[in-house]
């Protein structure tokens, strides 16, 4: 009897910390940029709305940057996570998959997980994108 009681106090407790983690997923709502977090560096103002997993994704991270004219964040790099980059405000160079492309509002670039990409403000106004990256 003892053995069943507490086989069934661990399903309990294995039922609750499951619970427990899709409460900490990205829940469903609007996230507005004057909510996220923003860092102001000196190539501009990144703002974060959201980081953490969802149900279906070990990770995601919705941002926003505001990139000053001749800036970038930093050079090309790579990282395991897709993305996708909206472009919203000014002009840019993007490189993705060793080519360089000129974008403005209504641009869209998605990058494959771990392959080189890099964005550069072109302009002479600040230019933002919106991107979302993530880890299935």
Not at 81 to 90: A, L, Q
Not at 112 to 131: D, Q
Request: aromatic share 8%; charged share 20%; with cysteine.
């Amino acid at each position: 009897m003892m053995e069943r009681r507490n086989a069934l106090l661990g399903l309990f407790a294995m039922a609750a910390a499951a619970n427990a983690e899709s409460l900490s997923a990205w829940p469903d709502a609007v996230f507005n940029l004057e909510d996220g977090k923003t860092e102001h560096h000196p190539f501009g103002d990144n703002t974060v709305y959201f980081q953490g997993k969802t149900e279906q994704l070990k990770s995601m991270t919705a941002g926003s940057l505001l990139l000053k004219p001749g800036q970038e964040p930093h050079p090309p790099h790579q990282h395991p996570e897709e993305e996708i980059m909206v472009i919203t405000e000014g002009t840019a160079t993007i490189l993705v998959h060793g080519k360089q492309h000129e974008v403005r509002p209504g641009s869209v670039m998605y990058c494959e997980g771990n392959h080189l990409h890099g964005v550069k403000n072109t302009g002479s106004a600040p230019m933002r994108f919106f991107y979302l990256k993530w880890l299935a």
